[in-house]
């Protein structure tokens, strides 16, 4: 099974500054690799997939980068609205899913 | 405009058999490349992809719980349903259905808004 590693935990920013998360795979998942956003209470919203295509409606401040087993997800100034918990996913050893553990954003 | 429910039981005692469905609108799991996943969250916890099943009724199951699961379709209804057997405290938590297609590979595009389940005696 590959493993998602997100680092950091915990990533403590201001309005307007620049987030930049990692998520790092056990093994080569290609470009098989998608971000979602998730807030309290609510389902996560896919962002990125196939590590840099952004989904619909996504704002451009979003950007997801990387293959093989390194991944990034740039955010290039953060709004109030993107405080939250992402998440990396992946695709590998056809169809199996994996979930890394996460990365809290919050408010400095 | 695409969209899906998760429904069933909010508590279920440990040894039970969980039932919940999923029902959709604005596609169809007669497409090709159309699927349909259940992911489950603990509470506080990360995301669990739990089964897959695609318009070709191929089925796909998390290794973990493969011998626990059962997912079906039911075209006619616009329905997929996951079966869980002998549940557990620890299958405690908000369960997702979420479609798969080939336009967004590899990934999972539009989620529905997630079911509570409470596994207690």
């Known amino acids: 099974e590959t493993v998602l590693t997100q680092s950091p935990a915990t990533l403590s920013l201001s309005p307007g500054e620049r987030a930049t998360l990692s998520c790092r795979a056990s093994q080569t998942v290609f470009t098989f690799l998608a971000w979602y956003q998730q807030k309290p209470g609510q389902a996560p919203r896919l962002l990125i997939y196939d590590a840099s295509t952004r989904a619909t409606g996504i704002p451009a401040r979003f950007s997801g980068s990387g293959s093989g087993t390194d991944f990034s997800l740039t955010i290039s100034s953060l709004e109030p609205d993107d405080f939250a918990v992402y998440y990396c996913q992946q695709r590998s050893e056809w169809p199996m899913f994996t979930f890394g553990q996460g990365t809290k954003v919050e408010m400095k | 405009q695409i969209t899906l429910k998760e429904s069933g039981p909010t508590l279920v005692k440990p040894t039970q058999t969980l039932t919940l469905t999923c029902t959709f609108s604005?596609?169809?799991?007669?497409?090709?490349?159309?699927?349909v996943v259940w992911i489950r969250q603990p509470p506080g916890e990360a995301l669990e992809w739990l089964a897959l099943?695609?318009?070709?009724?191929?089925?796909r199951y998390t290794p973990s719980l493969k011998n626990r699961l059962t997912i079906a379709k039911d075209t006619s209804k616009n329905q997929v349903v996951l079966t869980m057997t002998n549940v557990d405290p620890v299958d405690t938590g908000t369960y997702y259905c979420?479609?798969?297609?080939?336009?967004?590979?590899?990934?999972?595009?539009?989620w529905g808004q997630g079911t509570v389940v409470t596994v207690s005696s």
């Open positions: 979420a479609r798969s297609w080939f336009g967004v590979p590899n990934a999972f595009d539009i």
């Open positions: 099943i695609y318009w070709d009724d191929d089925q």
């Open positions: 604005g596609f169809s799991l007669d497409t090709n490349g159309v699927g």
